[in-house]
């Protein structure tokens, strides 16, 4: 499994945008942050995992991920993933 391509968009201390270039079968390994993150699919699929639930999503699906919640991802289908942080995270930069 590889890593997707990160590229910060745009960024304040109270917002950061992140798009996320994926190919098939990349993925992010389950993690938690204390970020609220907003997670939009620009392209292609994905199955994720949030909190022990597992689903998939396509192009135009968005969801909310809670401060703190334990989430990843598998890249089924090549494609982009546009994320929202709140507050930004300073380690992306």
Do not use: K, W
């Not at 334990?70 to 993933?81: D, F, K, N, R, S």
């Amino acid at each position: 499994m590889g890593d997707p391509v990160r590229t910060v968009l745009a960024h304040a201390p109270e917002l950061m945008v992140v798009r996320f270039a994926f190919a098939a079968g990349d993925g992010g390994t389950p993690h938690r942050h204390p970020h609220v993150q907003s997670t939009y699919v620009r392209s292609g699929r994905y199955r994720f995992t949030l909190d022990g639930r597992a689903f998939e999503v396509g192009p135009g699906d968005a969801f909310v991920i809670p401060s703190g919640a334990v989430h990843g991802c598998t890249c089924l289908e090549a494609g982009e993933l546009i994320d929202s942080f709140t507050p930004r995270r300073d380690d992306f930069l």
